[in-house]
């Protein structure tokens, strides 16, 4: 445990940028062998456009790293959240707890509140835009939410009093589950849904991505799938009558033009009534 504290506090730049481009590598390869969905889709185009995004969270994070920082560092010295409130317990169950939490605000917390609130809702609707789930899928997120993400995961940061090398670590285990449960790969029913009662599966995810609400609602872990069991939002939906999309952003001209997706925030607002007849 101490191995692993001593190399998140001081983990290069380049070996988080690794463990990103190594998961989505892997990941890429694993979903080309055993793919749970034949898409028939311009594989390269539809990464393009992910991987743009997944730049523009780069930056995001990286100009406004030093907030983060600093909060974790305040924390820690002012003995200031629950982690530095809490009495003396085993190292391992510590970075659980943390994990846990930070999970829970600055992942569960904000996926909740970006569903509820319409103004946020417009900056997320470009994550349900995608018609073709796929791992490149999992950084798919405006410059708008990205801020929106990281202002959460400051708030996780503050309220849990988590050391930086947990948010390091934190981080690095959300970038490989978040690319884990939106590849397109096809686990056993009974492993996927093994798993599922621990952290968010790939089937799980899934449901998410469904076109329509009430699924649209539902399944909001990134890491740990506790959280939408304990507040119910957890659901299922076999994989077969899953379909990709936001019913409001069906045709490929809003969906998948880069241009497009960079405006849907600022664009008028569609009825999302069609979306609650379904």
Do not use: C
């Amino acid at each position: 445990m101490n191995e692993i504290i001593s190399y998140f506090s001081t983990i290069p730049s380049s070996h988080r940028s690794l463990i990103l481009i190594g998961g989505i590598t892997i990941f890429w390869m694993i979903e080309n062998t055993f793919p749970l969905f034949q898409m028939q889709y311009r594989k390269w185009h539809h990464a393009g456009i992910n991987i743009f995004f997944t730049l523009t969270t780069i930056i995001v994070n990286f100009v406004l790293a030093f907030i983060l920082i600093k909060t974790a560092n305040w924390t820690t010295e002012n003995h200031f959240g629950i982690l530095q409130w809490i009495p003396e317990i085993p190292l391992w169950i510590y970075t659980i707890i943390g994990l846990l939490l930070l999970d829970l605000i600055g992942a569960y917390l904000a996926h909740l509140v970006q569903h509820k609130i319409k103004f946020l809702w417009r900056f997320h609707l470009i994550h349900h835009t995608d018609t073709w789930i796929d791992t490149t899928s999992a950084n798919r997120h405006h410059p708008g939410e990205s801020v929106i993400r990281f202002i959460f995961t400051t708030l996780g940061v503050l309220v849990v009093g988590s050391p930086m090398w947990m948010v390091f670590l934190y981080q690095s285990l959300s970038v490989i589950a978040s690319q884990f449960n939106h590849a397109n790969i096809s686990l056993p029913h009974k492993v996927d849904l093994f798993l599922s009662y621990f952290i968010v599966s790939p089937n799980m995810h899934k449901v998410h991505h469904h076109y329509v609400l009430p699924y649209t609602d539902s399944n909001y872990g990134n890491i740990f799938s506790v959280w939408d069991r304990i507040f119910g939002t957890f659901t299922s939906l076999p994989k077969e009558k899953i379909m990709y999309g936001v019913d409001t952003h069906m045709l490929a001209e809003e969906n998948n033009q880069l241009k497009n997706l960079l405006q849907i925030p600022f664009q008028k607002s569609r009825s999302a009534k069609n979306m609650k007849n379904h």
